[in-house]
């Protein structure tokens, strides 16, 4: 299981889950978790702290998506924000890097025909 310190637990899962398609499994006030998808994922737990996320992450998750603007518009109209304002390239792979509303970063990844 990835963990996620938040201040809101039920709705950072909630993005979450509406951003990965996984169902959350678990809703407690300070903890809320995604279940892992049957094809071998990994879970998502979202745990309440009291101090806001300061800095860059050292540990981010990246998303594989097959139309990269979409993924993007999809990711902003949920409550995610760019993190830059132009799509990277490295190595043949197209990406967004992105933040939660929490800040929490992660990648949108489209790999080039």
């Known amino acids: ?5 938040c ?3 039920e709705q950072l899962a909630e993005f979450w889950q509406v951003l990965t398609g996984v169902e959350i499994d678990s ?4 903890w809320c ?6 094809s071998g994922g990994i879970a998502l737990g979202f745990q309440r702290v009291p101090e806001a996320k300061l800095g ?3 540990m981010h998750l990246d998303f594989d998506v097959d139309d990269l603007p979409s993924a993007i518009e999809r990711a902003e109209s949920l409550g995610a ?3 830059g304002d132009l799509v990277m390239e490295d190595d043949g792979e197209n990406f967004q890097v992105m933040a939660d ?3 929490n970063e992660f990648c949108l990844i489209q790999v080039s025909p």
């Open 81 to 83: 924000i760019r993190l």
């Open 56 to 58: 860059k992450n050292r």
């Open 33 to 38: 978790s995604l279940q892992a998808p049957e």
């Open 101 to 103: 509303p929490e800040g």
């Open 27 to 30: 809703r407690e006030p300070d």
């Open 1 to 5: 299981m990835v963990v996620f310190d």
């Open 7 to 9: 201040m809101e637990p």
